[in-house]
């Protein structure tokens, strides 16, 4: 099994919840947390958002969102890649499809995306939600990128022509026999999202899980559209990122918000607002390769722990950002936190933000 950093947070934060930090009040305490992983990893900017009982209770920003005009983060207004937290949209979205019959997870998806190319071997949209699909990543095969002219300005905006990124690329491993963490097969996912939903993938995020819970900046990270206020990236603590345009992986990692947004969906997830209590089980159940050997990932989400302390989460890494969110179902707690630096130790500063927020009781 190779299993993606985006999704060991679960593994590693499960040792979190043993003492309360000194100071009395919540946002003081992760207010010190972030300042201490400020200093410590000397980052640029910072974005944090605080849930406790399934209501966002802290949003504060840190830092500078451009350096060099010393614009600070604000907690509303400083847009940031979500980058692989991106999955877990696609995950609900087609938890959503699969609730009103409209989509089968055990179905071949080349029966909604004829486009992709027959592989020999049945891939289904449970294997790619589950990173089951055999389908490359960015370096574990060999990608290739089909090479045609286009009648579009931006083909890539649509997620069916987004396919020709990497869908001649030959699979890394037989679909079901294998954990492989693949972005490119989130691709393929939110192209049968689109065909299955009947509109194009970007407007059913929106519709059935942005308006819902009031996200008003979620959007795909388009590089032509006029989006004001985004973070500048940062590779080192002085130093810009390079330019890298990520629009084409919407469905896995090309969407950008606010982090108020980010924690109206972490909220929404645990008030139950998206998916039914089936649905939510549908995605949060840890999967097993054939062996028995247990991966840490459902669908769309990272998995870990138990009772209380069962927890749900991703991370994102990415130019000019790094991401995470870690939900508590049982318990109505999490932690969403956005930077533009790009050398940020997440589950680093994950752990020491939910350890301030004090054990679980």
């Known amino acids: 099994m190779k299993l993606s950093r985006h999704v060991l947070l679960c593994a590693l934060v499960l040792v979190l919840l043993t003492s309360a930090a000194v100071a009395d009040d919540l946002g003081d305490r992760i207010d010190a947390a972030a300042r201490e992983q400020m200093k410590s990893q000397k980052l640029v900017g910072l974005a944090v958002g605080v849930i406790e ?18 614009v600070p983060v604000d907690p509303r207004k400083t847009m940031f890649r ?19 019959k409209k989509l089968d997870l055990d179905a071949d998806v080349r029966g909604l995306v004829p486009e992709f190319p027959d592989k020999g071997k049945t891939i289904t949209m449970r294997q790619l939600l589950g990173h089951f699909g055999g389908i490359v990543h960015y370096k574990n095969g060999k990608v290739i990128r089909t090479r045609r002219e286009y009648d579009a300005e931006h083909p ?29 097969g989130y691709i393929l996912a939110s192209a049968v999202v689109q065909r299955a939903g009947g509109e194009p993938y970007h407007q059913q995020v929106n519709r059935r899980i942005a308006e819902p819970l009031g996200m008003k900046t979620l959007q795909p ?24 345009t990520v629009h084409w992986k919407l469905g896995g990692g090309g969407f950008i918000s606010t982090v108020e947004d980010l924690a109206l969906f972490a909220e929404g997830l645990l008030d139950g607002k998206l998916v039914s209590d089936r649905g939510y089980e549908l995605m949060w159940t840890e999967s097993s390769e054939p062996g028995g050997e247990r991966t840490g990932y459902g669908l769309g989400f990272g998995v870990g722990g138990e009772g209380k ?21 049982e318990t109505g707690r999490g932690v969403v936190a956005m930077t533009n630096s790009e050398y940020a130790k997440i589950q680093d500063l994950a752990r020491a933000l939910l350890g301030a927020m004090g054990p679980i009781e």
């Open 309 to 329: 302390s069962r927890q749900v989460a991703h991370t994102g890494s990415q130019n000019k950002t790094r991401t995470v969110m870690v939900i508590f179902p």
């Open 53 to 70: 009982n399934r209501e966002i209770v802290h949003l504060q920003g840190y830092g500078y969102a451009d350096l060099d005009k010393q």
């Open 82 to 100: 979500w980058a692989s937290i991106s999955k877990p949209l696609t995950a609900v979205a087609a938890t959503q499809l699969w609730e009103v």
């Open 221 to 244: 990270d388009y590089p032509w559209v006029d989006i004001p206020d985004r973070a500048v990236g940062y590779r080192k603590p002085k130093k810009a990122s390079k330019e890298k």
């Open 156 to 184: 890539h905006a649509d997620v069916i022509l987004a396919l020709d990124v990497f869908k001649e690329s030959p699979l890394v491993s037989e679909p079901g026999k294998e954990m492989n963490y693949t972005t490119h």
